[in-house]
């Protein structure tokens, strides 16, 4: 069988066996702050074992994409040497929320096995939990396989082998892990094969049943779930290499072809199973290959923080691995077609974002490239440092080598280890770690209100509770007759009243006002009662109660039980909608012109104003820009009706529907169509038809983080007003330069040429003087100090640039021919320092160490070549004890390297 009917026939027999089969969930899970990215195939339905989420199958069966490349399940170090570890794998698997049970579960699996792959019933081997101390041995279990294999044939293994745990909490039981015995013939290492539990690989695990029993609690305590459920887990590939009759994951069909394809552009052969380096390298970049092509479709891009780091250092070891094999020039982009040939059958995905997945693993190589020409002289300064110290590199050394030049701890690891040096793994880890958390803290948006906890009655909790929430703002700005059902004041605390004057909170069981999701911020408006007026400022949500409208009260009192209308500003719901329907517009635009890679990261929309947050590798060019910025306004002009309905998730998809990246939803989802445009779930406010948007204008687009692009934007009245200002500005321009606007930039460069000619002659000029300001011997030559042997200029000038300190610096060493020239300046309060060596005598005397030695006088610091060298500092007033010193310091130089 090929991987492709396997992967089928798995989902067939369960679809006939009742199971819903649900599509795979992104690499990057949802909501889910302990996973960095999908590791498992229940991971999409951790909410459903936990009793917090319900859908309308109570069977499921999937395959799972899944990387495992962080924490207990991390595989990225087994890659290349083991035959079957994997960064990105598929997971076959089965689930019960609250069906059936072990007594079900174990006869699903024989049968497939056995009847469905035909696989030996004699090399099967079933396990079971033996227990331990504080779990009892899984009898229901033991019970269950001995109907169907001898006792003697049924395994039993501890909590290592046979508990499994998503994370350190969550969903966890009891296991029953399936192995095959490949046979007696496979190597063993050990004096006595261990059999399940020894570490060669005759016994190998193909399939897990999971008896999903425990939420796990941060302090370890495991309490029962709502309902006992089943969780199995069967690595594809592993499966795979089993029916195909193989020892190595990499020799099935999975991924011979990407392997050959590698073998075929390095000239080299492939050796099955072998360990040679350069099996090894084609191992590691076929299965590299696989995982950046599925995390780049599925929306991460390459940066230096959290997700996007992982891939990074996914590619570039993939990149290091090809340059031992002798890839001078970029390569994977050509073979991620090999991947996606071989696995779009399955994925579509692959084919939709074919483009834009060779885009940024060849934007990612050839900045690999650039890293290297830019990083190794800085690299290799680095270890001669530590190669004449102690002869370990500085952790923070290594990790600013990484954070600036992008060079990868492994290069820098291999090339350390070359030289017999080490690198101080803890230190770099250390600043590595600061710099995620300041990069993520730096890109997150912010949301409001999740430390206000309201404080709830039992009987205020039944009648918020049997309220329900209903939200009536799509049909409606207005909703009349509906009473108060409870209020708070401004901590939370449950009131009977808020009169006048006061700021709380308002619960009504229907109300057309939104409350901020989605990016989209809170209606505002007013709740009017019979004797009573508030302000409605904004909304607060609260989990599975009516939301609350944060108010003021601008007259009377507002009571529990009083009826009030509820009515959103027109105005403000009209211009946020206006910016809302624009972001859609601006998202399928952006993915007309950039290509389908790009995804939404983020939104902020306002009244006033509109941001979008995108997943893209490099900034937008101008012309870009203004396509998509033509393309939206093209759209508002066609005033294309703006219609909404609602349909099931599956069904929304399949018809084309973008859903935000990561976001979770129910069976049933509301989308939002522009026809023939775009189609995206939403549950936001929108335009009746895109002319009433009117137009949208671009004001800025920047980069916010790694391979994340920022656009803000202005619609309506807002585009019109920035518009007119853009024009004033132009014309007041236009009139301070005596010119038109049509020669207004050619105008404008000229000025400015001339401004730097000007400059220019300005500091030759200062330069001139400067070098004259030396005294000169009666020869006419630089009157220079004689140093053991060596002559030296220290002068002192001010006002000079770095460029002109440099300049004046080598002419005064060209003077010299041979010698030592130390300058320092005073330019605005700071100091400059430059340093000059003969090539003759950087063996002697290096500028780098002299600045070092010098710059601290001033209170700077700086570095350089062994031939020239500057500084920085902060105290003008130490330059003459700077100068006077410069005679000792050459002295000390020179003595030191006699």
């Not at 079971?128 to 041995?137: E, K, L, S, V, Y």
């Not at 690299?379 to 600036?404: H, K, M, Q």
């Not at 990246?661 to 989308?671: I, P």
Request: net charge negative.
């Amino acid at each position: 069988m090929r991987s492709r009917a396997i992967r089928s026939s798995f989902l067939d027999y369960f679809r006939t066996n009742d199971h819903t089969v649900v599509p795979s969930s992104p690499l990057v899970p949802h909501d889910d702050p302990t996973l960095l990215f999908t590791n498992a195939g229940m991971n999409q339905f951790k909410d459903v074992f936990l009793g917090k989420e319900t859908r309308h199958y109570t069977r499921a069966a999937s395959a799972q994409k899944c990387m495992r490349v962080s924490g207990k399940h991390n595989d990225l170090d087994n890659v290349g040497p083991s035959l079957r570890h994997h960064t990105f794998f598929e997971m076959l698997g089965n689930f019960s929320f609250g069906d059936y049970f072990k007594r079900e579960a174990i006869p699903f699996a024989w049968t497939l096995l056995t009847d469905v792959w035909r696989l030996p019933a004699d090399r099967l081997v079933p396990t079971i939990f033996a227990g331990d101390a504080a779990i009892p041995r899984d009898d229901e279990a033991f019970e269950a396989w001995r109907a169907l294999v001898p006792a003697e044939r049924i395994g039993e293994l501890g909590a290592a082998d046979n508990f499994w745990a998503m994370g350190e909490t969550g969903p966890c039981g009891r296991c029953s892990e399936i192995y095959y015995f490949r046979g007696n013939e496979v190597p063993c290492n050990e004096p006595v094969c261990r059999g399940l539990e020894c570490s060669c690989d005759r016994y190998i695990e193909i399939w897990n049943n999971v008896f999903m029993e425990f939420d796990r609690q941060p302090d370890g305590t495991l309490n029962p779930l709502p309902a006992r459920s089943i969780d199995t887990g069967m690595g594809l590939e592993r499966v795979t290499a089993v029916i195909q009759g193989t020892l190595s994951n990499y020799d099935t069909d999975l991924f011979r072809p990407i392997i050959d394809a590698i073998a075929a552009k390095a000239g080299r052969q492939y050796a099955s199973s072998a360990q040679r380096a350069d099996d090894i390298s084609m191992r590691v970049i076929a299965d590299h290959l696989r995982a950046m092509t599925f995390l780049i479709s599925d929306g991460v891009v390459p940066s230096n923080e959290w997700r996007g780091y992982v891939l990074r250092k996914i590619m570039r070891r993939a990149m290091r691995h090809g340059k031992k094999l002798g890839f001078a020039q970029p390569v994977l982009h050509d073979l991620v077609e090999v991947v996606i040939g071989e696995m779009s059958d399955a994925y579509p995905d692959l084919t939709v974002n074919r483009d834009s997945i060779v885009r940024v693993v060849r934007s990612e190589e050839e900045r690999f490239d650039a890293v290297l020409t830019a990083g190794l002289p800085r690299l290799e300064d680095v270890l001669d440092r530590a190669a004449t110290g102690n002869r370990i590199v500085p952790g923070d050394d290594a990790f600013r080598l990484y954070d600036s030049l992008g060079v990868p701890y492994d290069f820098m690891e291999d090339l350390a280890g070359h030289r017999g040096l080490t690198i101080d793994r803890d230190g770099y880890e250390r600043a590595m770690q600061g710099q995620r958390v300041k990069a993520r803290a730096g890109s997150a948006f912010k949301g409001a209100d999740k430390d206000l906890q309201f404080v709830l009655t039992p009987e205020l909790e039944q009648a918020l509770g049997s309220a329900g929430d209903r939200f009536e703002g799509y049909e409606s700005t207005c909703v009349s007759g509906v009473p108060v059902l409870a209020l708070f004041d401004e901590r939370g605390q449950p009131i009977s009243d808020l009169p006048a004057g006061a700021r709380g909170y308002v619960a009504i069981a229907r109300t057309p006002f939104y409350v901020e999701a989605g990016g989209q911020v809170s209606d505002s408006g007013r709740l009017i009662g019979a004797t009573s007026e508030a302000t409605v400022e904004r909304m607060v949500r609260q989990p599975n109660k009516p939301r609350l409208h944060q108010v003021r009260v601008d007259k009377g009192a507002l009571r529990t039980g009083e009826i009030v209308t509820a009515e959103v500003a027109d105005a403000t719901r009209d211009a946020t909608r206006r910016n809302h329907t624009a972001t859609h517009l601006l998202h399928a635009a952006l993915r007309s012109v950039l290509g389908p890679h790009v995804k939404q990261a983020g939104s902020f929309v306002a009244p006033d104003r509109l941001r979008f947050d995108f997943a893209h590798f490099s900034p937008i060019p101008r012309e870009q820009l203004e396509e998509v910025e033509r393309r939206v306004n093209a759209e508002i002009v066609r005033n294309t009706a703006v219609t909404t309905e609602v349909r099931s998730t599956e069904e929304a998809m399949a018809a084309g529907a973008m859903a935000l990246f990561g976001e979770k939803y129910g069976d049933r989802v509301r989308v939002v169509s522009i026809a023939g445009f775009s189609m995206e779930l939403c549950g936001g406010t929108h335009v009746r038809a895109t002319g009433d948007i009117g137009a949208l204008v671009i004001t800025e687009e920047s980069g916010v983080a790694a391979g994340v692009r920022r656009i803000e934007a202005l619609t309506g009245a807002g585009a019109v007003e920035w518009m007119q200002r853009q024009r004033d500005t132009l014309s007041r321009v236009v009139g301070a330069l005596g010119t038109t606007a049509a020669q207004a930039p050619e105008t404008a460069q000229k000025l400015q040429a001339d401004a730097k000619r000007l400059a220019r002659d300005v500091e030759q000029l200062k330069m001139k003087v400067a070098l004259g300001g030396g005294s000169r011997d009666a020869e006419g030559n630089e009157d220079a100090q004689t140093i053991d042997g060596v002559k030296l200029i220290t002068r002192k000038v001010s006002g000079l640039e770095k460029n002109a300190l440099r300049g004046m610096s080598d002419t005064l060493r060209d003077r010299l021919g041979s010698g030592v020239v130390v300058i320092a300046s005073e330019n605005d309060g700071r100091v400059s320092l430059v340093v000059s060596v003969s090539k003759d005598l950087t063996a002697r005397v290096k500028a780098g160490n002299l600045v070092k030695e010098l710059a601290p006088i001033v209170g700077g610091t700086g570095g350089g070549r062994p031939d020239f060298a500057e500084a920085g500092g902060k105290d003008p007033s130490k330059i003459d004890a700077l100068l006077a010193a410069a005679p000792d310091a050459l002295r000390k130089a020179l003595t030191q390297n006699s």
